[in-house]
């Protein structure tokens, strides 16, 4: 079993920044890659970021390239996004999933999830 934990959601201005965190526990997070999706109201949930366990490969959805940056810590078995330049349409609930498959281009999401942590961009 996995459980993950998302924390750092909230409400912020067009422009702004937030840190989302997810802690793991349950498994090996150390050699699980660990990604980010989020979901919007009325819409399907999407990929936004996926890191590797050696930290040697990150994936970004082209959406938010250049404004969020994932990251680990293993010795915390701590995943982040760092959200910057946040603009409204960034508005969803953000969840983490454990041991994502990298298949090509593309990031397949695990089995586990977390229960999410919504992040609200005001214009």
């Known amino acids: 079993q996995v459980q993950l934990v998302e924390s750092g959601g909230g409400l912020v201005q067009a422009g702004g920044s937030l840190r989302l965190s997810c802690a793991a526990s349950g498994r090996a997070f150390s050699t699980s890659a660990m990604g980010w999706f989020r979901q919007a109201p009325g819409k399907e949930r999407e990929f936004v970021a996926a890191i590797s366990w050696s930290n040697g490969d990150t994936r970004y959805a082209d959406s938010v390239k250049g404004r969020f940056t994932i990251a680990r810590d293993n010795a915390k078995n701590t995943m982040y996004l760092l959200m910057s330049r946040l603009n409204p349409e960034d508005t969803a609930a953000y969840y983490c999933?454990?041991?994502?498959?990298?298949?090509?281009?593309?990031?397949?999401?695990?089995?586990?999830w977390g229960q999410g942590t919504q992040v609200t961009v005001s214009s």
């Open positions: 999933n454990a041991a994502p498959a990298f298949v090509s281009t593309i990031v397949i999401p695990g089995r586990y």
